[in-house]
């Protein structure tokens, strides 16, 4: 199948920024949902973390996904179910956090089955080289998508709650979910013209759910079988601790009064240096990270990334002393630890491959969200538990302090396990 440029560009940029939208939806504004309808915060970020399990528990389905053929159609159903739950969201919020959290659930859901379809597709529609030349138009897309979703809808509830002097804050939250179901329902309608059907799409191999689940388990069984997996393992936790520590709290401090020790910051604040200039800060970390990874090799760049990943906090304890007080000096701070954050997180992929064992490029892109997010969900759960119990200083003291204790257990492991290896 041969196709122009310019139409390989159109649906490659929509199909993933259509996933971008609801994911994005899932993993910032719910906590931010949960917040404002008066949810203690250690329920909140309980609640928000619950959302990451579909996540997890998505690579259980990859192989059934990747051999059931029929992806086009696969996925714009999926697209069409998602703008149902968006819009069921939008009526359920004003009845209670319960029923919010439920179709959280389900977008999430079809979120985590739209990522493994969505790379299916481009994988059976492009040749690496083709694939290698518009990765920078994929992940453009994605992340403006996320611009848009985190960012400008964050501040469009923001001004609809002035609009409306505080009448109904779900009620705000409804009319910007319906604004979000309107923009994934133009995505689904375009999808459903322009992808094309995969050579050898409806040619699907026996096939089934029980039978992927019974492949991911022998994964598991040789990932075990594998001398010093709990290494690689322990280690990606670490790393990736300090940031999910401080992954929702930082919002929680963003919004919190002044008299609590928070920054006092109104949801168009929030949206503006976290959503949007946050958002793009990471872009270019992550970017950055990639291009030396790939021209001066993991070794060198393994230990300045796993530095990077830790240092994020320090500028949220930082900011807990100081209070910036207008938006720019907001926006500095955020940009300085996003970039951290993205030039960082660019280091676990080796260690997502040590764990999972996968060579193949594609093959090991699809567990690194299920890996990644295993190691982040318990310390995001209690995140908001610990806060309770403790001021901003102190804890963000003790998240920045958990970097270098961090780094120096890794250390220690790895240097114990070298030993016993040779």
Excluded at 221 to 231: A, F, K, S, T, V
Excluded at 234 to 260: E, G, H, V
Excluded at 361 to 389: K, Q
Aim: charged letters at 15%.
């Amino acid at each position: 199948m041969s196709l122009s440029p310019g139409h390989i560009k159109v649906w490659t940029a929509t199909l993933f920024a259509a996933e971008e939208i609801p994911s994005a939806m899932v993993t910032f504004v719910s906590l931010l949902m949960f917040l404002q309808m008066r949810t203690p915060v250690w329920e909140s970020t309980l609640f928000a973390a619950l959302l990451f399990i579909p996540w997890v528990m998505k690579s259980w389905v990859r192989s059934y996904v990747r051999r059931a053929g029929h992806y086009r159609r696969f996925i714009q159903l999926d697209e069409a179910l998602l703008t149902i739950a968006l819009g069921t969201l939008a009526f359920t919020l004003p009845h209670g956090r319960l029923w919010t959290l439920a179709c959280l659930f389900v977008v999430s859901l079809l979120c985590a089955w739209h990522e493994l379809l969505a790379r299916t597709y481009y994988e059976r529609m492009l040749r690496p080289a083709e694939q290698d030349s518009i990765r920078g138009i994929k992940i453009l897309a994605s992340q403006m998508a996320v611009v848009l979703t985190y960012g400008l809808m964050i501040m469009s509830v923001g001004v609809l709650q002035i609009y409306f002097r505080q009448k109904s804050i779900s009620y705000s939250w409804s009319l910007g979910c319906f604004l979000v179901t309107g923009v994934l329902l133009l995505f689904t309608l375009l999808h459903l013209l322009i992808l094309e059907r995969p050579f050898g799409e409806d040619s699907v191999s026996s096939n089934s759910v029980s039978g992927s689940f019974k492949a991911e388990y022998h994964v598991i069984e040789r990932i075990r079988r594998r001398p010093m997996w709990w290494r690689d393992v322990l280690t990606l936790f670490l790393m990736l601790l300090p940031q999910s520590l401080m992954f929702y709290t930082r919002t929680i401090f963003f919004l919190d009064k002044s008299a609590n020790g928070g920054l006092g910051c109104t949801l168009q604040e929030v949206g503006f240096a976290q959503g949007t200039i946050g958002v793009i800060a990471f872009l270019f970390g992550i970017s950055a990270g990639r291009w030396l990874r790939n021209n001066l090799g993991e070794d060198k760049v393994r230990w300045p990334m796993t530095i990077s990943l830790g240092l994020s906090p320090l500028l949220y304890l930082i900011m807990s002393y100081s209070h910036p007080d207008n938006l720019a000096s907001l926006c500095v701070y955020t940009f300085q630890a996003q970039l951290l954050f993205g030039f960082g997180l660019n280091v676990c992929l080796e260690y997502v491959r040590n764990i999972s064992g996968e060579r193949y490029r594609n093959t090991v892109y699809l567990l690194y969200i299920p890996i990644v997010s295993l190691c982040m969900v318990l310390p995001l759960a209690a995140s908001g538990f610990i806060l309770e119990h403790l001021d901003y200083r102190t804890y963000y003291l003790i998240d920045t302090l958990t970097a270098p204790l961090g780094w120096v257990i890794i250390k220690g492991i790895h240097d114990y396990s070298n030993k016993i290896i040779y």
